[in-house]
C-alpha cells in the first residue's frame, strides 16, 4: 500500500515537522511513501528518509491581480486532480493543513479516491469565515476522514459528523530522556516558534521585562529559536526594553534537541496554538512548562502544578511568578521534570504510530 501526502511546503512549522516524523516512521514499517508538495522546489528544514519520494507541484504563491488569482487557482485545482487520479483507489491520500485539505477535496469529487485530512490548528484559526465555512462543509461532504488535535477541537465541529473526526495527537519528534537538573547559576529559559503574531512574542518580551525588574537578581538568559516577519519588530523591542544581554535571537535550527538539552525551563506566550509540538518535545527532555491557557493544546500537555504551570491567558502578574517560583526551588523543579517524563510518554511515535493506521483505515 502507498500512502501519498498532500502538503504545501517542507519548509520550517509545526505541521511540517509532523509529517517527517509520520513519513518517516511510516517508511521503517515498509510503507511506500510519498509527499507531493505544492510550493516550488526547496529544500526539507527537517530530515526526511531517502525513501520517501518528494515531488514538488511548483505553484505560484506570489500575489497577483484578480484575473491571474483565478488561473493560479484553477491550474491547482487541475493537476492536484491529475495526481489525484495517478494514485491507485487502494492506496492513502492524507491532506496536511487547511488550505491544502480544501483543495484536495475539491479535486478529489468524481474521482473515486479517498482523502483523508489533518487539522494542525484549532477550528478557529482560519481568520476568513468563508474559507472556513467552505472548508469545514468539504470535511463534512467530501472527506473521507478528518483528524484533529484535540477533544475540545472535536466540540466544535457538528455532532452528527463528528463519526467521520478522528481526535489524533502529535508524535513527538525527539526520544523521551530523564529528568532534568536545573542550572542554578545562570536560569535559561526557551521558546520556539514563528515569530508571527499568533506565537504571542512580544507578550513574552513584556514578561521578561517585568521579571527582570521585579527580580533584579535573577541570572538568566531566553533563547528565542525560529524566524518570521516579525523578527526585526522583536529584535528592536527588546533593545527598547534594554534586554538584549538577556535574550539571544537564534533564528531557525533544525535539530533543537540540544536546545532542550541545554535549557531548563520552557515559555509559551502564543494567542492560539493547535497541539503544539513544541511542549511535548520540551516535555520528553524533562522541560517543566510554564504556559497560557490558550486554545488550544497548552491544557492537554500541562497538568498544571505537576508538569508545570498553566497560567490564566493574558496574566502576566502570574506568569512572572511562575518564572521566578520555579527558578529558585529545586524540589519543585525536580517534581515537575519527573512528571514532564511521565505525561508525555502517552506521544512516543510508536503509540501514535497506532492511531495513524487506524486513522487510515489500514487492516494489519
Not at 516558534?193 to 513574552?204: A, D, I, V
Request: contains cysteine; glycine residues 4%; proline residues 2%.
Amino acid at each position: 500500500m502507498k500512502l501519498v501526502f498532500f502538503t504545501e511546503s517542507l519548509k520550517s512549522g509545526g505541521a511540517e515537522r509532523v509529517l517527517s516524523v509520520i513519513a518517516n516512521h511510516m517508511v521503517k514499517k515498509k510503507f511506500d511513501v510519498k509527499i507531493i508538495v505544492c510550493d516550488k522546489e526547496h529544500d526539507s528544514f527537517f530530515y526526511i528518509d531517502d525513501e520517501v519520494e518528494i515531488k514538488f507541484l511548483g505553484f505560484n504563491y506570489e500575489k497577483k491581480n484578480a484575473i491571474q488569482f483565478i488561473k493560479e487557482q484553477v491550474r491547482r485545482y487541475v493537476v492536484i486532480r491529475k495526481e489525484l487520479k495517478e494514485i491507485g483507489k487502494d492506496d492513502r491520500i492524507i491532506s496536511f493543513l487547511s488550505h491544502t485539505n480544501f483543495r484536495v477535496n475539491m479535486a478529489s469529487l468524481f474521482t473515486g479516491r479517498k482523502v483523508y485530512c489533518c487539522e494542525h490548528n484549532n477550528y478557529f484559526a482560519d481568520k476568513s469565515r468563508i474559507f472556513n465555512f467552505f472548508k469545514v462543509l468539504s470535511y463534512y461532504f467530501i472527506a473521507e476522514k478528518l483528524s484533529v488535535l484535540t477533544s475540545r477541537d472535536l466540540n466544535n465541529y457538528l455532532y452528527k459528523f463528528q463519526r467521520k473526526i478522528v481526535v489524533l495527537p502529535n508524535p513527538l519528534g525527539v526520544n523521551i530522556g530523564k529528568p532534568k537538573l536545573k542550572n542554578n547559576d545562570v536560569i535559561s529559559f526557551l521558546a520556539i516558534g514563528r515569530l508571527t503574531e499568533q506565537k504571542g512574542f512580544e507578550r513574552l518580551l513584556n514578561i521578561v521585562y517585568l521579571y527582570k525588574n521585579k527580580y533584579v537578581d535573577q541570572s538568566f538568559r531566553l533563547i528565542i529559536a525560529g524566524d518570521g516577519i516579525l523578527r526585526e519588530k522583536l529584535e528592536n523591542l527588546s533593545l527598547s526594553l534594554k534586554l538584549n544581554e538577556e535574550i539571544s535571537f537564534v533564528g531557525n535550527i533544525n535539530d533543537v534537541e540540544d536546545l532542550y538539552i541545554n535549557s531548563d525551563i520552557y515559555l509559551m506566550t502564543s494567542l492560539w496554538e493547535g497541539l503544539p509540538m513544541v511542549l511535548g518535545e520540551a516535555m520528553a527532555n524533562g522541560m517543566p512548562i510554564i504556559s497560557y491557557d490558550c486554545p488550544t493544546g497548552p491544557r492537554e500537555f500541562i497538568a498544571n502544578n505537576k508538569s508545570g504551570f498553566l497560567i490564566e491567558d493574558d496574566n502576566e502578574t502570574l506568569f512572572v511568578e511562575a518564572m521566578y517560583k520555579l527558578s529558585n526551588d529545586d524540589d519543585l523543579y525536580s517534581y515537575m521534570s519527573k512528571n514532564a517524563i511521565s505525561k508525555i510518554k502517552k506521544n512516543s511515535i510508536n503509540n501514535i504510530y497506532e492511531k495513524w493506521i487506524s486513522f487510515l483505515d489500514i487492516k494489519k
